[in-house]
């Protein structure tokens, strides 16, 4: 006869394996972060009423169902605290460690830094003991050069916007901090994009005067030297709360964000002209995706994933709150990058 505990242990692997096996619904979302390591989209918190505490995954090296995108919750191995308006980016010796910097948190703010091992599953929320660790900045982005810095630009720091650089380096697990640029330069809400000639791009943002994209700031990380430029192209107003991705060929392509409505969703900032020019796309208005802010966005072959997406609003609601209230929408849409001009194939997919 076989023990009790063993039939407990097939209970637990059978229960796993249809966890597994379940396509897992995520709740609708803004202010998360995402990281994409070794194939695998990961999904960091979020805010719904709440800091979330859940982490996520999509695997993009299987095929799967447009329609019912296989998100994978990481359960028990979820962030120790709900976290939103956070900081996320990969590190480490192989960069395959996820570290998740600031935001805003449901527990008490103890570690600014905690890290997430994507091989062993272990989140460590102790490995960085430095005097030059920055102050608690919310609302912030990061961006990893080849030697596993993370940059980070900006944020919310107690009450005013920051125009403090700090630089985590993720391989000595140690604090820098960079030059600033000048004082109106604050904001939150922006993006940080680092071209492959190693510039980084601050695109929009809250920020003094409410500047419109036409201003960007630039950061040299070879030559440690911040410029501003005045970009070329269409005029667009004030943006915040937008994505910005990297193609291969360097345009950044920005999405949605808190806008003036006559501004176009999804614009391009092509990197290759000097001064860099703004355009926008062409793209078939039927399957386009619906304005987002506080959304994430990445790259994944010739795809740019946005998640989340909320219910359209033709869709009626159910009177009562109940878990289809919160069904989300993962959106996935192609991107011819190496054809001009590129077109679009979107597809919407309801998780
Ligand atoms: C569960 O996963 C297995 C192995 O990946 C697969 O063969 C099977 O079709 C899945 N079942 C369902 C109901 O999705
Ligand atoms: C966390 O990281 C530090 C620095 O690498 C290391 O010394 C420590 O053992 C790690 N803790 C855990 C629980 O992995
Ligand atoms: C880590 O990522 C950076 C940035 O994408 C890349 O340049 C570098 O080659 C990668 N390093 C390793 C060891 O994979």
């Known amino acids: 006869m076989y023990s009790p505990i063993f039939y407990f242990f097939l209970f637990v692997l059978f229960l796993r394996c249809s966890i597994a096996n ?26 719904n009423g709440g800091p979330l505490n859940s982490l996520l995954y999509l695997d993009l090296s299987i095929s799967f169902n447009k329609d019912h995108p296989p ?17 996320a980016s990969f590190g480490g010796i192989d960069n395959s460690t996820i570290f998740l910097i600031g935001g805003e948190r449901s527990e008490k703010e103890i570690n600014y830094v905690y890290s997430f091992n994507t091989k062993s599953f272990t989140w460590n ?30 944020g919310w720091l107690s009450g005013i916007r920051s125009n403090e650089l700090s630089i985590l380096d993720t391989r000595r697990l140690s604090w820098k901090t960079g030059p600033s640029p000048d004082s109106q330069s604050g904001r939150y809400g922006h993006t940080i994009t680092l071209l492959s000639n190693g510039i980084i791009v601050i695109i929009g943002g809250y920020v003094d005067g409410g500047g419109g994209l036409h ?7 070879n030559e440690r030297k911040w410029s501003s430029m005045i970009t070329q192209g ?20 920005v999405y949605g964000g808190t806008k003036n409505p006559l501004d ?15 355009s926008t796309l062409e793209v078939n208005a039927i399957n386009s995706p619906p304005s987002l802010f ?21 869709v009626p609601k159910p009177p009562v709150k109940s878990n289809r209230y919160f069904m989300s929408k993962g959106m996935i849409f192609q991107l011819f990058c190496e054809s001009a001009p590129f077109t679009f194939h979107l597809y919407l997919s309801s998780i």
């Open 125 to 154: 929320d102790s490995l960085i003991n430095d005097d030059n660790t920055p102050k608690w900045h919310v609302d912030i982005q990061g961006v990893t050069d080849r030697n596993g810095k993370i940059y980070i630009y900006g």
């Open 22 to 47: 379940t396509s897992f619904e995520p709740q609708v979302r803004n202010y998360h972060s995402s990281v994409y390591i070794e194939n695998k989209l990961y999904i960091l918190g979020g805010y």
């Open 264 to 278: 176009p969703d999804l614009v391009v900032l092509d990197t290759n002209f000097q001064p860099f020019k703004w």
């Open 215 to 221: 201003e960007i700031l630039l950061y040299d990380i």
């Open 71 to 87: 998100w994978f919750c990481l359960g028990y191995h979820g962030i120790p605290f709900g976290v939103f308006k956070a900081a």
């Open 294 to 314: 506080g959304h994430t966005a990445n790259l994944v072959g010739d795809y740019m994933i946005l998640a989340f997406v909320p219910e359209p609003p033709e």
């Open 234 to 253: 269409i005029k667009l107003s004030y943006r915040i709360y937008h994505t910005a991705i990297l193609t291969n060929d360097n345009r950044i392509i």
